[in-house]
């Protein structure tokens, strides 16, 4: 039974309040007596096979619910989400990771799974959170969670909570909710928003690259409505890719410099107004540094602050930036972008390539599709699916850790069981963490799971390839038998692939499709990709 | 081809110079140049399907060879070995953590894989290791990659080392290499031994309890002639379990308090005076807090200091410590420990137990085995377990990181090949990590994987119970399917897993033998730590 007025009562009430329906982990003794009053919440535990893997269906969890929390143990559960965590920093992704500790009265004595000190662990965290907090003092406790708690919604940042074990049920006292919000500063939005009006009257050819924090922010149906009010045309990062409906008439595509499609970098680039809303330019997404993005042409602002050309501006919100836009700007008159419609897919008898798997997803993608790609030519081959209203896409393109898509269907599914996830990892991405589809069979999900096995690791080959890039070939489809549960297929044709998809959508339950494809076969987007890594890997070896 | 005049190229030779023929790691764009540079060189490359397992195989390594090395690359390798690097920080062993990095000179741009700036993966790992160093200057590199080995190998803990990818192959100069041994201050070691001489003299029924930094320095040989020379019985913990032949007439067993075997508990908390020699104390050797050890009738000394009751000497090297005590101390005449002879172990048609399975474990121990063991009651049953010489036993049982005892094995049986190890691992923790089976087949190694099968976290059952300890059943047996190697078994019986096991020591390959057990079944020495447990975790939840 939950006393409503001990930390532990507080956090799960908190939690509850921001629609946390789940939290993700893996039980152990210093987190025991949480994971017990979790179970007796309105809140589910979803127990992994290893901690890592809760860290990034938390994250995904995150992207889609506004927050997501991971509950760990002490060092050997908290030291397994630090590349999780470091992740959701990465890519702006609002998780919280929830760690048991000794308890305060212990911490006299040497106990298992420390390591330095007590305090190493929030150590380490610091440098890879927005906010860390230790509830050592339940005079504070409920202060500090909820600070970290409003950072973590607020920023769409990763916050750390520890929590000793005996302060689960410690009493708290009276206190004041704080309910801060940030807030724009008028001033400052109103003088950049006349700013921007004039460039914005003066372009030609004005263009929109949206990124990934309208995800984040839930910002979705604002960025639509700009669109279709100054009908300007709007691209998306592979990052932020389903930004936007991709049949939208005013969606460009993606934006990835020299390695996206060449019309979208065209317009893009030769545009005289560029206005960038929250995007992490990095060299993922500005295409292995191919993009030529004139820094003159630009207004960029993200969640940290605005530029226009080389002057800045700080403290202006997004969402009132964009309502700001949408009454300011008056309409462009341009013409619609040309959509080519879906080419249907028709299975031949051959031999099936990667480029051919895409474009057979492409054909049967459907409304209630989440596609969720691992890193690799998983996520290059993709930029080219056109996503639709009510699909979204997740990867994690930018931080780009191997093993995040699996994990990441299961965190997709709970926050939306109305989506059914199709997951395309890579065999390398695979071997790391795939066995979490014995945790996705247990709760009875039904992503498709499906492997592009080529048996190492390709992307990697095509900069500096040897023996380090080879993998051993595992039997995927097989896996089923092992868990007890779920289909496996495994497909050499594109016939079979085919086949193999309508089964998997016809049965509900988890299915592994494992897509047997040449080693050295490899997407267009890849190829486009591999050439500019190539030449970087080349270059820092100075003097070979 | 190596030129000796680079940075990696020294890095390389230095490593050969301790004995480092292997490195584990997995791939990754930020390290490729160094993989080519390693696969071009004497030292083979290890890849394993995850980061993790790479750390933990390396720390195995370590702890046999006098250091080992996991490389890794930037960010989602880094962050994915700092479990690994936190377990070897607590347990003393020498890792070495090379991870690659962006290039000096591409410092100015967002890259993938990176976090808050270039400097957040450099500061965690300072948090975790003796010394961290960037080599971003050809200059100095030398001296702090050196700076950094030594530290790594009179300290017996792990460090950092983080190699731009420019820096591989950047020539370096003249450099003076530093060969620093740290000597012991000869008056304070003088003083302090001609105290012990007066307290031992004195002493009616003195006892040595010698721990892991015995095996962590290499001193298992001098501790033989210490304990031969003066005849004073010796103890191990369970963290130095196997650091003394267990056959040998002085020696006592494992003391943990009230945990362990009571004979052995008696003798050590009703001598007079206790030596410890290089051991952690901590919960777990202490035995929950069960241990009764008066520090006025200790002398405890590790690397990092000597106590005498309750003063303290400092700068006293652990290997002069012994010697000195050689030196020093007059034999003692006790009559020596009786042995009860290893039962004979007669397979029975019935249901296995594991107190049963330790039995016939024992029965079938031989020279060339290296027990490998991972956390939970795999560990606590092992206690029990008779380690004879030229066999090793290995886990973490301070840090009790779950997951450990698969990679370990790999890291132990490349260390020295003349070992074969026996494995024995919990279903948890074989979810977590145990499909590096397939790096196991891979590089034709032939451990023997026995796999307790319980359905769940039987350790924490006992302290607290509720579905979260509960797991998905796997059919461990079927493994080998799916990796295309090795040789399967599913037993229930006493009679069945004694043929397994002689079956498997048979088969020149990787074996898997799933142990259906009861889901309440325990050993004895769980039994009698489940109690103290759940004292603990009841006694922090203050008020229910």
Redesign the interface.
Known sequence: MI?LD?IGAHILQRLEEYNVRHIF?V???YI??F??MI?DSNIK?I?T??E?SAGFAADAYARINGIGVVCVTY??GG??V??ST??A??ERSPLMVISGAP?V??RS????????GFD?QF??FK??TISSVILDDPKRAIMEFDDALLSCINYKRPVYVELP??M????IGDYHRIERRYVSNENALLEALQEIKCIVDMAKRPVIIAGEEIQRFKLESKLKELVEKINIPVASTILSKSVINEYHPLYLGVYEGAIGHEDVREYVESSDCIIIIGA?????TLGI?TAKLDQNKCINITSEGLSIRYHKYENIRLDDFIDGLINTLDRKEYSLVQKCPIEEFVAKKEKITINRLFKCINSLLKYNHALVVDAGDALFGSADLIIQKGTIFMSCA??????FAIPASLGIQLANPKLRPIVLVGDGSF???G?EV??I??YNLNPIVIILNNKG?T??RI??D?????L?????E??P????SGKGFIVNTEEEFYNAILDAEAYDGLSIINVVLDKDDKSEALKRMAEH?AK??RD?????
């Open positions: 006393h001990n982990g039980a152990g003794d025991l007596n994971f017990k179970e535990l127990c096979c290893d890592q060092g050997v030291f397994k630090v590349n470091a992740q920093y990465a308890g009265k212990e004595y040497q106990l298992h799974h420390t390591i330095k190493t150590n380490v440098n890879i074990r005996d689960v049920y410690a009493p992490l330019l990095s060299d993922i540094f930018y931080y780009s850790s191997l093993g071997q790391m963490t066995m014995s945790t069979a247990k690791y992307t990697e900069m500096l040897g023996p380090f890039n080879d051993n070939e595992w039997r995927y097989l896996i038998n092992i868990i007890n890594l970087r890997v820092t070896k100075d003097i070979l």
